[in-house]
């Protein structure tokens, strides 16, 4: 079964610095990978994907995502964070020929002026 | 175009009480999902349907019943409330594993609280 690890519960960045949100996968097959941003009182939204292709993936508000096949690994950078950015974030998992998606524990992001 | 519809997006309930949770979605998906989030844990998958008239378990099934009598509702129950399934839950749909708009549209969610 698949499963997705979120290393950090919280992480603490200032404003303007770069931020990388870790995120390690198991899984025996090939994979879907997402990050998900969830706001204040909100639900999720997707902030970008893996399905297969360039391991590189740049999705919404300057966020990107490297997905790193021998290290089972999709972490999520930012090279400048922003205020607005505070929030939760939750990297998550799904197996190509299934239908669940696995999320992690989550990634409270903070940001200090 | 409303996406993925939760009602209601609160409610108490005392211990014992029955309610239901309904997911409507406008986006004609064939999965369903219903994930409880508790601090610390992210979310949990409950149950999921990948198509109407199917259900199956997920992670954390036990107190909770679903049906999928139509495509665009995932009904959530829970027959006999007990503080433990105080949570935020939340419903998402998306259109299919094998297809390539693959990601999952969330609602807005649902604050239980038992009593």
């Known amino acids: 079964a698949q499963s997705v690890t979120q290393l950090d519960s919280q992480v603490p960045v200032f404003e303007e610095a770069p931020v990388e949100l870790r995120c390690n996968y198991s899984s025996s097959v090939s994979v879907y990978l997402f990050w998900y941003v969830q706001y204040p009182n909100q639900g999720l939204q997707l902030l970008l994907k893996y399905l297969s292709g360039s391991t590189l993936v740049k999705g919404i508000n300057g966020f990107e995502a490297e997905f790193n096949k021998s290290q089972t690994s999709f972490h999520l950078r930012k090279p400048s964070v922003h205020i607005s950015d505070t929030a939760e974030y939750f990297c998550?998992?799904?197996?190509?020929?299934?239908?669940?998606?696995?999320f992690g524990s989550g990634t409270r992001l903070s940001i200090r002026p | 175009n409303a996406g993925v519809t939760q009602t209601p997006k609160f409610r108490v309930l005392k211990t014992g009480q029955s309610m239901t949770l309904l997911c409507a979605q406008d986006m004609n998906h064939e999965y369903m999902y219903w994930y409880r989030q508790d601090p610390g844990m992210g979310l949990r998958l409950i149950h999921y349907?990948?198509?109407?008239?199917?259900?199956a378990k997920g992670e954390v099934p036990d107190g909770y019943n679903v049906s999928r009598l139509k495509k665009q509702n995932f009904l959530l129950g829970l027959e006999s409330a007990a503080p433990s399934q105080t949570s935020v839950y939340f419903c998402?749909?998306?259109?299919?594993?094998?297809?390539?708009?693959?990601?999952?549209?969330f609602g807005q969610g649902t604050r239980l609280t038992v009593v």
């Open positions: 998550a998992v799904s197996l190509s020929s299934a239908s669940k998606i696995i």
């Open positions: 998402a749909s998306r259109q299919g594993a094998r297809i390539m708009n693959t990601e999952a549209f």
């Open positions: 349907s990948v198509g109407e008239g199917t259900t």
